[in-house]
């Protein structure tokens, strides 16, 4: 089983470059998530999906941007690249809207803006 | 506001030595306490779902408990193999969405 599956891996960027992060989920999951994990901070949502065509900000968006054209897929954007934006990505997915429902991660994708 | 705090930041352990790892929380409406374990360079992976006080689950050398406040993760004669991060998430609020505690890291030495 695949599960869910984040390209690329390592990406390493210059600061105002542009990039998509892709996630891909093959268990038919309803809700998606993109989050990031900075030292001392914790998981935090950037920006989640419940649903093929609907996005809905998190805690951190700014600066991202996310589209939902599949149900299978999930895409992160950076349109202009910040120091600040250095981080480990992660997408998660999980099924329908109960409170039982379990998140299942990717392996993470790691960004070096520079 | 919504919260998770862990502690401790990191703990350290021999081989055998039992412990508790503590998960404290406030959250509006509690639909679920979830733990999950990472390894370095990897994804967390689900380890445990509570949903109401006195609730308790098991795997393995794990058990985790949760009361109205606080969840503790268990550890009995912890191997080296355990050692990872262990993070604690709460769903509640109006959205649903995971909130996160900032992880204990344990390494258990042999």
């Known amino acids: 089983n695949a599960g869910v599956t984040q390209t690329p891996k390592f990406r390493v960027l210059k600061t105002g470059q542009s990039m998509t992060l892709l996630c891909a989920q093959d268990m038919n999951h309803e809700y998606m998530y993109w989050y990031r994990q900075d030292p001392g901070m914790g998981l935090r949502l950037i920006h989640y999906s419940v649903g093929e065509g609907t996005t809905a900000k998190g805690e951190v968006p700014d600066g991202y941007n996310v589209s939902r054209l599949k149900k299978q897929n999930f895409l992160l954007g950076l349109e202009s690249a910040a120091p600040s934006q250095t981080s480990v990505y992660f997408c998660?997915?999980?099924?329908?809207?109960?409170?039982?429902?379990?998140?299942?991660f990717g392996e993470g994708s790691w960004l070096t803006v520079v | 506001e919504d919260q998770v705090t862990q502690s401790p930041e990191a703990l350290r352990l021999q081989e055998g030595e039992s412990s508790s790892l503590n998960c404290s929380y406030t959250?509006?409406?509690?639909?679920?306490l979830f733990w999950y374990r990472q390894d370095p360079g990897k994804g967390p992976e689900f380890l445990f779902t509570?949903?109401?006080a006195g609730e308790e689950k098991e795997k393995e050398r794990l058990k985790a408990t949760l009361t109205k406040k606080e969840s503790f993760l268990h550890i009995t004669a912890p191997k080296p193999e355990d050692s990872a991060t262990y993070l604690c998430?709460?769903?509640?609020?109006?959205?649903?969405?995971?909130?996160f505690g900032k992880g204990t890291k344990l390494s258990v030495k042999p």
């Open positions: 998660a997915s999980k099924t329908g809207h109960d409170s039982g429902n379990t998140i299942y």
């Open positions: 998430a709460v769903r509640g609020g109006s959205q649903g969405n995971l909130i």
């Open positions: 509570l949903y109401s």
């Open positions: 959250v509006s409406g509690l639909r679920g």
